[in-house]
Each structure stands twice: as structure tokens, then as C-alpha cells.
């Protein structure tokens, strides 16, 4: 068993515009590295049998409605801007696309004991974690809310393994499925 989540991978042009939008900004807190950006679909915890997630979902490329275009944007924080625990970036482009994504792949998964979150999914590429709640106003003010990097199809999830270093988490991909042809969003 393997602690592990479903993501969509982001292109390298997309991953280069949004290094170029956060290295001219001092980020507080644990920030996240290019390796470990991404957009979280689900959270699978610490006993995921990645095989069975993989196989599970198998076949999402059949569901209607899945694909579509993404593209990132506007900066914002969890739970809010002055008690911030997560720094973020969010989707300018592609928020329905990839919430009916992460639905299906909560469905399909649920019969492997893996259940969604119960809290409403926000899709988002992590910046910054905060051990206390930190005032990022300012922060998200530099950030903006413009669109960074060009928008993408999306035409896969991941399956990551999440290790655990000293220095921060290392994500291996361990599969990834196709969602197929890309419709418009």
C-alpha cells in the first residue's frame, strides 16, 4: 500500500509560465517545487493499491463530457487570504471541466474505499503550505488574478506515489490514463 493521489499533469510551457509568475515573489511558508506542481483530482491517503486505482480508472476516456481545455489563473488562499494554511493557484479556464473530472474519478474509485472529500472541490496548484494560518493578502495582491501560460487539452490523469523526504515530498508518476479527445469546454 501506497500513500497517493490522481492529478493532471501540467505541460512544460505551462510549468514555465507559472515559475516565471512566482520567481519574482518571495513566498513564504513551504513552498512547492515545479516537481510538485500539479492539480490534485483526489486524495487517496496513505493506503492506496495503486494498481487497483489504475485499473479503476481504466475507461474514463468513455465517459461523455470529461475532456476539455484548462488554463491557470488568479492567485488565492485556504481557508482565506488572512488565516491562509495553503497558498494557490487557481483555473482561469476549465474549473467545470475538471470538477465533472475529478466526480468521475471520485466514482469510480468509492467502491475501492477511497472516498471524496467532503468538503467542495476547488481545483488549484498548491504554492505554499503554512504550519499557522498566515496572512497572504499582500501576497495574492502580487500574484494576480491574470491567467498564466497558455491554456492545455486535458487528455489524462495521473496516478502519483507520494514519498515522503526531509526536504519536501518526490511525486512518481505510476500511471496515467487517457481521457481521450478533448471537447470544448
Known amino acids: ?6 492529478a493532471v ?3 512544460e510551457p505551462v510549468l514555465d509560465a507559472i515559475a516565471g ?3 519574482h515573489v518571495t513566498v513564504s511558508g513551504r513552498a512547492t517545487t515545479r516537481e510538485q506542481w500539479h492539480l490534485t483530482v483526489q486524495f487517496l491517503g496513505d493506503d492506496a493499491d495503486v494498481a487497483a486505482v489504475a485499473g479503476a480508472l481504466g475507461g474514463l476516456e468513455a465517459i461523455c463530457g470529461l475532456g476539455g481545455r484548462a488554463q491557470i489563473g488568479g492567485a488565492g488562499a ?4 488572512r488565516r491562509a494554511r495553503v497558498l494557490w493557484l487557481g483555473l482561469a479556464e476549465g474549473t467545470a471541466v475538471v470538477t465533472r473530472l475529478a466526480a ?3 466514482t469510480r474509485l468509492a467502491p475501492l474505499g ?5 468538503r ?5 496548484l498548491t504554492l505554499a503550505r503554512y504550519r499557522a494560518p498566515t496572512d497572504v493578502h499582500d501576497l495574492v495582491g502580487v500574484l494576480g488574478r491574470e491567467r498564466v501560460g497558455p491554456a492545455w487539452d486535458l487528455d489524462a490523469v495521473t496516478v502519483y506515489e507520494s514519498r515522503r523526504r526531509p526536504d ?3 511525486y512518481v508518476a505510476r500511471a496515467t490514463i487517457p481521457l481521450g479527445t478533448a471537447l470544448p469546454t
Open 78 to 81: 485556504f481557508p482565506d487570504e
Open 9 to 11: 499533469r501540467l505541460p
Open 114 to 118: 477511497h472516498a471524496a472529500d467532503p
Open 168 to 170: 519536501g515530498a518526490e
Open 21 to 23: 509568475c512566482v520567481d
Open 1 to 6: 500500500m501506497t500513500r497517493a493521489f490522481v
Open 104 to 106: 468521475a474519478v471520485a
Open 120 to 124: 467542495p472541490y476547488r481545483p488549484h
